[in-house]
């Protein structure tokens, strides 16, 4: 039997017809994998679309056959912490990217930001200071979750249970669940 964690998800019609930018690091490649697949296959419901992936070494590299794929539909920017850039992959944080991003029009640009609590922080500034909009910056607070019911209340921040009203959230929500 398989149980939870229930709440919500990454819903792509919230990204359908933007063009969209997806920051994930280390194990958050995981929960934006569909969205990913979602719209590697569907180019046609989306405009231009970066996926920035940062791991902290080669071997941490999470589905590398899907990134060979997804790096023939959308641009992939595959990041590593430390070593040498090669082909396959750059040198660097995440963000170190985020400046370099070429978008058509940044006003209706989406993007989707998960993985580490900093590297999630220091994204959604980088971000906003290339005009992103708070309501079109999508984040995961997936970290906090424990039991996934609603019960043990651990992931309780003031009146919100990640597990059940999230634990994808839209900034404007998202920058609140401070605990």
């Known amino acids: 039997m398989m149980r939870g964690p229930y709440g919500n998800g990454f819903d ?3 990204y359908k017809g933007m063009e969209l930018v997806i920051i994930a690091g280390g194990t958050g490649v995981s929960p934006v994998r569909g969205v990913i697949s979602y719209f590697a296959e569907h180019e046609t419901e989306r405009k231009d679309m970066t ?4 791991f902290k070494s ?7 056959a899907d990134f060979e794929q997804w790096g023939q ?6 990041t590593l912490d430390s ?23 940044v006003s209706k640009a989406v993007a989707i930001v998960v993985g ?12 906003l200071e290339r005009g992103f909009q708070e309501e079109n910056i999508w984040i995961s607070h997936e970290r906090k979750m424990c039991c996934g019911l609603g019960k043990c209340g651990h992931c309780k921040v003031n ?6 009203d999230g634990p994808v959230f839209n900034y404007t929500k998202g920058k609140t669940l401070i605990d």
């Open 73 to 78: 539909k959308m641009n992939v920017i595959l």
């Open 83 to 105: 070593g040498e850039e090669t082909a396959e992959h750059k040198v660097g944080l995440v963000t170190k990217y985020i400046p370099d991003l070429k978008l058509q029009d």
């Open 116 to 127: 580490p609590p900093a590297m999630m922080r220091f994204s959604v500034k980088g971000l």
């Open 58 to 64: 080669v071997k941490d590299i999470l589905f590398k």
């Open 51 to 54: 996926l920035i992936a940062g």
């Open 159 to 164: 009146d919100t249970y990640i597990c059940l």
């Open 12 to 14: 792509v019609e919230n």
